[in-house]
């Protein structure tokens, strides 16, 4: 079956404890990217990659970490998680980029 | 101004009726448009995808583009109670920053019975 995974799908964590949330699809998609949806904000780009080892920013990328070595894997990493870090994120991959992408389950992350 | 602005909602509308949903947009560059639906607790889903100017129609859904005005819009034909979800627009960036995808805030419809 043709899908996006993340995990862990629930975490709840402690501020300034690093932590690295993972993404897989198993499509061979070229284009991967990570998203936090808040209340009111809608969803937000906080990375994305175009290719092995390309990566840029999107709107919100402070306080992430990103890093794609392999075509189907694209790990999200808070390395100091601060409470303004709470939020719901999503992976999401397509084809290339300007496709349509397809997302992942969500990660809800509470940083206390 | 946002990047990607979509009509305030919520917007409800009555089984069987046409929902009509809008978004501008203000990279003059942007290159492809999307719309998603999201259930409540769910991931977004792709609805329609579209590149060019004009309509461009899958079954009960069409959507529509001109990028003179830089505006996006989704009418849902015969709204059923499923319909009921939040809708996203989602608008891809032009020249250097191709990569990027940007979201509207979203729209909540409902459809009642």
């Known amino acids: 079956e043709a899908q996006v995974t993340q995990n862990p799908r629930y975490l709840i964590t402690v501020t300034g404890k690093k932590l690295t949330v993972t993404c897989s699809q198993n499509?061979?998609?070229?284009?991967m990217s990570w998203y936090r949806q808040d209340p009111g904000l809608g969803l937000r780009q906080i990375y994305y990659?175009?290719?092995?080892?390309?990566?840029d920013k999107g709107d919100v990328p402070e306080g992430y970490k990103v890093s794609r070595k392999e075509k189907r894997n694209f790990p999200l990493i808070l390395e100091s998680p601060s409470p303004n870090q709470t939020s719901l994120y999503f992976c999401?991959?397509?084809?290339?980029?300007?496709?349509?992408?397809?997302f992942g389950p969500g990660t809800r992350l509470t940083v206390t | 101004q946002k990047e990607v602005e979509q009509n305030s909602g919520p917007l409800s509308v009555p089984e069987g009726a046409i929902a009509s949903l809008n978004c501008t947009y203000s990279?003059?560059?942007?290159?492809?448009f999307f719309w998603y639906r999201q259930y409540s607790g769910k991931s977004p889903e792709l609805i329609m995808s579209?590149?060019?100017?004009g309509d461009k129609e899958d079954g009960r859904f069409t959507a529509q583009l001109n990028k003179a005005s830089q505006y996006v819009s989704l009418l849902i034909r015969d709204s059923q109670p499923s319909d009921s979800a939040t809708y996203l627009c989602?608008?891809?960036?032009?020249?250097?920053?191709?990569?990027?995808?940007?979201f509207g805030q979203g729209t909540i419809l409902t459809v009642h019975p």
């Open positions: 999401a991959s397509s084809y290339s980029t300007g496709h349509e992408q397809y």
């Open positions: 499509m061979n998609h070229e284009y």
């Open positions: 990659s175009m290719n092995v080892e390309v990566t």
């Open positions: 990279d003059r560059g942007s290159q492809s």
């Open positions: 579209i590149y060019s100017n």
């Open positions: 989602a608008v891809s960036a032009g020249g250097t920053s191709y990569g990027k995808l940007t």
